[in-house]
């Protein structure tokens, strides 16, 4: 079964800064890779995703992420972030064989600063 | 289009009481999920439907929490007796086919349960 550790539970970072937020996974079938954001009080939205093709991903509010197979990694990175961005991100996983369920990490809570 | 609607938005029982949460997902989507997120974790899949068929339930405690989805469309999820670690928030999602793994799910709100 896959499974998916976000490295880092807090990541307090300043306005305008760069910031990378850590995601492995582990899965014996190749995947499908997942990131979503959860605002406060509001449900999971869809910020990007893995399905096939270049490893460099792009989505929306101007993050990306990058598939390592090797290191079986998909880390989220946005070059300079706003206040806004303030959420708890959730990296998940699905296997690409049958009708496999998402499987979601613990999450990461960014804090942005002014 | 409107999203996926969820009620109540918040709910407090207590210990053995039952409590039932409604699910609209988004018109026209075939599959609908209920995912169970405690304080401190991410979303853990409850139960699958398709259309008006449980696709995945393996993780659904059955002697306690049943959901049903009748007509295809909007579901319900219930939980009689509920314990202490109920407490959560119960998401829906829905997504257009859900057959297989690449697509995207759409939540609501949740519902924050909280039992005392």
């Known amino acids: 079964a896959q499974s998916v550790t976000q490295l880092d539970s807090q990541v307090p970072v300043f306005e305008e800064a760069p910031v990378e937020l850590r995601c492995n996974y582990s899965?014996?079938?190749?995947?499908?890779l997942f990131w979503y954001v959860q605002y406060p009080n509001q449900g999971l939205q869809l910020l990007l995703k893995y399905l096939s093709g270049s490893t460099l991903v792009k989505g929306i509010n101007g993050f990306e992420a990058e598939f390592n197979k090797s290191q079986t990694s998909f880390h989220l990175r946005k070059p300079s972030v706003h206040i806004s961005d303030t959420a708890e991100y959730f990296c998940a996983v699905s296997e690409r064989s049958g009708n496999t369920p998402l499987v979601f990490g613990k999450g990461t809570r960014l804090s942005v600063i002014a | 289009e409107a999203g996926v609607a969820q009620s109540p938005r918040y709910k407090i029982i207590e210990k053995r009481q039952s409590v039932a949460f409604w699910c609209n997902p988004i018109?026209?989507?075939?599959?609908l999920y209920w995912y169970q997120q405690i304080l401190g974790q991410g979303p853990k899949l409850l139960i699958q439907?398709?259309?008006?068929?449980?696709?995945?339930d393996s993780q659904l405690p059955k002697d306690r929490f049943s959901a049903e989805r009748l007509k295809g469309v909007d579901s319900t999820l219930k939980i009689q007796p509920a314990k202490l670690e109920d407490s959560a928030v119960y998401l829906c999602?829905?997504?257009?086919?859900?057959?297989?793994?690449?697509?995207?799910?759409?939540f609501g709100p949740g519902t924050r349960l909280l039992v005392l």
């Open positions: 999602a829905s997504s257009p086919r859900g057959v297989w793994g690449e697509e995207t799910q759409y």
């Open positions: 899965s014996s079938v190749s995947v499908y």
């Open positions: 018109s026209g989507h075939a599959t």
């Open positions: 439907f398709q259309n008006n068929g449980v696709v995945d």
